[in-house]
């Protein structure tokens, strides 16, 4: 990203380690985004009611509401904050704990000890593809009772808009491009924290739970055994 871009970009970092908070304010600061901090998920509610912002960079470990926690009810209030990119700081990596993370609705995450740098690229990382013009089809995708929009990255089904993350926009759009082809496991996993391509499967299961009339018997977005999945639009 250039620093013009940096510059018309807000974040939020939300972590009650005072040190560590003031650090990434202060790097993300000299890097040219705008920054506003607060040390708790109650603090984070009251900056949002007052400010929008580009995405948010938020701990797990925090006294009161934790992480994951705050994730889940932010994304269910939706409107422009539960659509806000989340990028999760945790001393806690194992997978499970990653697949929680990106089971309750963040875009990305990032284990501590990090090096400010990769944050650095994640942050601009998500803040691509959650601007990005895609190049795949314009049409709306025909799923059932649902529609895909891939150039806007909305999915509506029966009329109503479906809030989606970032990353499952990411998803359906790459699916999108290549409709009615099986598309690699590993190669959709690019573009995830999760070379191994369990995070690609938790962001299936939760595209079927919004698309699908029967998830446990998926229509439209199929597993292809051995290679990975196809969209099968109508």
Do not use: W
């Amino acid at each position: 990203m250039t620093p013009e871009e940096r510059r018309e970009r807000h974040i939020l970092v939300v972590d009650d380690d005072d040190r560590l908070r003031k650090l990434i304010k202060e790097f993300l600061g000299r890097a040219g985004f705008r920054v506003t901090a607060a040390s708790n998920a109650a603090g984070a509610d009251r900056l949002f009611e007052a400010l929008d912002f580009d995405l948010m960079v938020l701990d797990v470990m925090m006294p009161g509401e934790d992480g994951y926690a705050f994730t889940k009810r932010l994304r269910s209030k939706g409107g422009e904050s539960g659509r806000t990119p989340i990028l999760m700081l945790t001393a806690r990596d194992q997978t499970a704990d990653r697949i929680e993370g990106l089971s309750s609705g963040v875009d990305d995450y990032l284990g501590k000890p990090f090096e400010p740098q990769e944050l650095l690229l994640r942050i601009e990382a998500i803040l691509r593809r959650s601007t990005a013009r895609p190049t795949g089809p314009k049409a709306a995708l025909s799923l059932g009772r649902c529609a895909f929009e891939p150039e806007r990255g909305e999915l509506t089904c029966d009329g109503e808009t479906v809030r989606l993350t970032e990353a499952e926009v990411t998803l359906l759009r790459r699916l999108a491009r290549a409709a009615h082809e099986p598309v690699d496991r590993l190669e959709l996993a690019r573009d995830t924290a999760d070379a191994t391509g369990r995070a690609v499967d938790v962001q299936v299961t939760r595209l079927r739970r919004k698309i699908e009339p029967d998830p446990k018997n998926p229509r439209y977005l199929q597993t292809v055994r051995g290679v990975g999945y196809r969209l099968a639009p109508d």
